[in-house]
């Protein structure tokens, strides 16, 4: 009973960690408490997203053990980055994308592909996120 205790304790301590850790991220991209709390309950509620979530706070790199219709964390955080490179592109004004957004935005868009694949798998694969006509030049 008290090694049982012992873990309990040990989990909530883990899940504090990992919640003030989202909040700091949160804060970091201008997101609210409203935002926190909506991904808070999605990785919590999520079977492998915050398993996901954990690791990168862990290692500083993705785990890439959860797949939704095939799509990892880190393929999601792929094809952000394109989309970033597609407003450098164009001379956008891209300094209103950093790592915490683009960070927070994989975790949200992962969630929300475990509710509906359809859409996102769709962009994923017709969505380059280039406007050059020849990307490797």
Not at 58 to 70: I, N, S, Y
Not at 83 to 108: N, P, T, V
Request: charged content about 30%.
């Amino acid at each position: 009973m008290e090694n049982k205790q012992k873990e309990n304790e040990e989990l909530h301590r883990a899940l504090v960690t990992l919640k003030i850790w989202a909040a700091q991220l949160c804060k970091e991209a201008g997101k609210d408490g409203d935002y926190l709390e909506k991904l808070w309950q999605g990785l919590c509620e999520s079977e492998g997203m915050l398993r996901e979530f954990a690791y990168y706070h862990d290692t500083q790199t993705f785990l890439c053990e959860k797949k939704v219709a095939g799509y990892t964390i880190a393929d999601i955080m792929v094809w952000q980055v394109d989309h970033f490179k597609a407003y450098l592109d164009r001379g956008e004004d891209c300094l209103r994308y950093d790592s915490a957004k683009l960070f927070l935005s994989a975790f949200e868009v992962m969630l929300k592909m475990e509710q509906n694949p359809g859409p996102y798998v769709e962009k994923l694969t017709q969505e380059s996120g280039t406007d050059r006509p020849n990307p490797q030049c």
